[in-house]
């Protein structure tokens, strides 16, 4: 079922699904647009300053080295990404503690504050570009956070639609091919970023009449209202639901409690002392699965930050500088990511897969949705390592499968991660789960700033070994599905035992 409520309940929740879809699609990620962005700072000037003529040849031939100038735009990009995500912890907190329409307002604040920024920058005022794309960064995650819980409206269909929306999230970026495209034809850098500064009008209509003040919980009440409406809005406490459906759970003898109350350990698999109870914060964070999933996340996010941000030195030396080329390709790439959107959902349609059919005997829906996440985490992980091999080839043809790869990686990467933590964890600590991991998996892609000024330094431009050390990298992400696998078959055979000692119970007490 689709929606549910009555007629003027469900429409809302589909507007609520539509604009949200329009607002992450348009809005929320465009800074990963990155390359097409590039292109039109290096025409305006940006950073010129670190651009030197050296003189080669026996002709004393003067070439102009702007090797300082890709390092700076890297460099930008590095922290953007870096704060992109790390923020996203105290903004998980602000949205689990003060709920959904102060984090909107942030959000709004502070995306608007980073658009005028680029809007008034200037060649003389390059440095705007380290705050102003921050703020748009975390800005756009912000509205990406408040909108995950949408799909909790749409019980069957809520992986499909959060992997949806971090589909989009991911095409989003192709708005700033657009503005590159609008450039080329006469419209300036200043004019495109005034207009996605006025637009934020349409985020605070959207946070006043198609959002809730606090949280969208799940699963989802009966006439759950939201928004500013003529009729009594209904007041819902997220937690105290959890609870309600932990506790129901375990009191109608569904499976091991374990499963139901408390983040799944694959270590253990003992039940809680206290059935009654949501898992606390630490409990999660001291889990197995964080663990592991963290590591999933941070070497895979990493191989992409560093392919966007190095994209336009990559693709200049393997066109041997040719300006037009260059162009071809970064268009192809930023017309890939409008794919993203496209790509997402069969991730979420493939962790949904199991809905509708009936459970084992003795299994839990958290457990079924476990048990469906496993494929879906090794296919990402899967393709990320595909997508490694084609970047490390130095052929320029080949990256165009390189592009289609990465943008079905990225697809599943965000979806995936943000389905699995609603799934493995209590929806009460969402928010600072995801804010959690999103932040430490920053950590990690700080690296990205040194493997390029590796490349630049001793290797001499070449980035053959840094992409080859990347791709083995890689390879510890397959840890994090398996270890699933093996953890929901532990608790397929426990039931199995224990149904099998009750038989016998049973049998011994007929005789």
Same mark, same amino acid.
């Not at 539509?18 to 000037?45: H, N, P, Q, Y």
């Not at 704060?83 to 003060?98: A, E, K, Q, V, W």
């Not at 079924?368 to 393709?383: K, V």
């Not at 040194?450 to 330094?457: D, H, Q, S, T, W």
């Given at each position: 079922?689709?929606? /549910? ?9 589909? *507007? ?7 607002? /992450?699609?348009?809005?929320? +990620? ?18 010129? =300053? ?19 100038? =890709? ?35 942030? +959000? ?11 809007? $008034? ?18 800005? +756009? ?17 809520? &992986? ?37 500064? !006025? ?15 606090? @949280? ?17 809005? %209904? ?28 983040? *799944? ?27 592991? @999933?963290? !590591? ?7 191989? @992409? ?5 190095? *994209? %336009? ?19 192809? $790439? ?6 993203? !959107? ?27 949705? *476990?048990?469906?996440?496993?494929? &879906?985490? $090794? ?12 970047? &490390? ?49 920053? !950590? ?56 099998? +000692?009750? =038989? ?8």
């Amino acid at each position: 079922m689709l929606g /549910c409520g009555g007629g003027g309940v469900g429409l809302r929740y589909r *507007l609520t699904l539509a604009t949200g879809l329009v607002e /992450c699609l348009c809005f929320a +990620g465009v800074v990963f647009g990155w390359a097409s962005l590039v292109f039109v700072l290096k025409t305006d000037g940006y950073f010129t =300053d670190l651009c030197v003529n050296l003189t080669t040849g026996p002709n004393s031939t003067v070439e102009t080295d702007c090797s300082g100038q =890709d390092e700076q735009f890297s460099l930008v990009f590095t922290v953007t990404s870096f704060m992109n995500n790390f923020l996203t912890l105290p903004n998980g907190f602000i949205f689990d503690r003060f709920g959904t329409m102060a984090t909107r307002l942030l +959000g709004i604040c502070l995306y608007t504050t980073g658009t005028l920024m680029v809007a $008034f920058s200037s060649s003389a005022l390059s440095m705007l570009l380290f705050p102003a794309l921050s703020f748009i960064a975390v800005g +756009g995650i912000l509205f990406l956070i408040t909108n995950i819980q949408v799909g909790n409206l749409f019980g069957s269909h809520r &992986s499909t639609i959060i992997t949806l929306y971090n589909g989009a999230f991911d095409s989003s970026s192709a708005v700033f091919l657009i503005i590159k495209v609008m450039y080329e034809g006469g419209v300036s850098l200043r004019s495109s970023f005034l207009i996605l500064s !006025v637009c934020s009008v349409i985020h605070l209509l959207r946070t006043f009449f198609l959002m809730p003040n606090t @949280h969208i919980p799940y699963p989802l009440p009966e006439g759950f209202t939201y928004g500013v409406s003529p009729g009594k809005s %209904n007041s819902y406490n997220v937690e105290e639901i959890e609870k309600t459906r932990e506790t129901g759970m375990t009191s109608e003898g569904e499976g091991p409690a374990e499963t139901d109350d408390m983040p *799944l350990q694959p270590d253990d698999g003992q039940q809680s002392e206290d059935s009654g109870k949501v898992a606390s914060f630490r409990s999660c964070v001291q889990s197995w699965f964080f663990l592991w @999933h963290l !590591v999933w996340l941070s070497v895979m996010q990493l191989r @992409h930050y560093l392919f966007i941000g190095t *994209l %336009n030195p990559m693709l200049n030396r393997l066109a041997d500088n040719n300006s037009a080329l260059v162009s071809q390709y970064t268009n192809a $790439f930023a017309f890939t990511q409008l794919c993203g !959107v496209l790509c997402a959902p069969w991730n979420g349609l493939i962790m949904d897969r199991h809905k509708g059919k009936p459970l084992a005997p003795g299994e839990t829906d958290k457990e079924a949705d *476990l048990r469906s996440s496993s494929l &879906s985490l $090794f296919l990402t992980s899967l393709q990320c390592l595909l997508f490694s091999i084609c970047a &490390s080839s130095p052929l320029l043809p080949l990256q165009y499968l390189t592009f289609i790869l990465q943008v079905l990686n990225r697809s599943f990467l965000y979806g995936g991660n943000a389905a699995f933590i609603s799934i493995a964890f209590p929806g009460v600590h969402f928010g600072k789960l995801y804010g959690l991991v999103m932040s430490l998996s920053a !950590v990690v892609s700080l690296l990205q700033y040194p493997c390029f000024a590796l490349v630049k330094g001793a290797l001499g431009g070449d980035p053959f070994y840094v992409n080859i050390a990347l791709t083995l990298l890689t390879l510890l992400a397959f840890i994090h599905p398996i270890n699933i696998f093996y953890h929901c078959r532990k608790l397929t055979n426990q039931r199995e035992d224990m149904a099998g +000692g009750a =038989d016998i119970t049973l049998a011994e007490a007929k005789m």
